[in-house]
């Protein structure tokens, strides 16, 4: 998720100062344990949007500090907005810190792969176990959202946990492959044809 396409979401449901979007993104999420973004990150963005077009500054508001200014989604921050909620999103599970760790074990060979893969393991495990005890700590009947990104959490430590099987189970067979190498290419100009 977009923390650009949540501003213009935020905004479509009412003008906001950026300390406001900040605490809005925050309870939309379910708290800064699932995504703890830093004030930086929002008034960056804003002045990113306002570049664009997306959104620009309205009032000022002073509520006993510092001028805080409103914005406004703009007519074009609508039409962005209304695309990415008719796009769909493509998870990045192939740039996994975890495969590179254990490919580059069995490359270097400075690291029991096994043990990796035990390592890891039980890190799953205690994620799993984290995301349950506090999935179970909310309230359906009012915290169904943060209990479903919750869910959606366990689930993808189970079939983390699940390949983490398979990897083990087919470790010998990686290690009797060759390990990749990169395509030598010659450097330099390309040498002149006698012709």
Not at 31 to 49: C, E, F, H, M, S
Not at 118 to 126: A, D, N, P
Not at 171 to 183: D, F, M, N, S
Request: proline share 5%; aromatic share 8%; with cysteine.
């Amino acid at each position: 998720m977009s923390v650009r396409y949540a501003i213009l979401g935020l905004l479509a449901q009412h003008p906001r100062h950026g300390y406001d979007l900040r605490a809005a993104f925050t309870a939309v999420i379910g708290g800064n344990q699932n995504w703890d973004v830093k004030p930086a990150q929002i008034y960056t963005t804003l002045n990113r949007l306002e570049e664009a077009g997306l959104v620009m500054k309205g009032a000022t508001a002073q509520e006993g500090g510092p001028e805080k200014h409103i914005y406004n989604i703009t007519d074009l921050g609508q039409l962005a907005l209304t695309a990415w909620f008719s796009e769909g999103v493509t998870p990045e599970h192939q740039r996994d810190e975890f495969f590179v760790k254990l490919m580059t074990a069995l490359a270097s060979a400075m690291a029991d792969p096994y043990q990796i893969i035990q390592k890891q393991r039980q890190h799953l495990f205690q994620d799993l176990h984290a995301a349950t005890v506090l999935r179970n700590q909310y309230d359906p009947q009012s915290e169904i959202a943060q209990i479903l990104l919750l869910e959606k959490s366990i689930m993808h430590l189970e079939a983390d946990l699940r390949w983490l099987d398979m990897c083990e189970a087919r470790l010998a067979e990686i290690q009797r492959q060759p390990i990749a190498e990169p395509e030598m290419r010659p450097r330099g100009r390309p040498k002149k044809s006698n012709r």
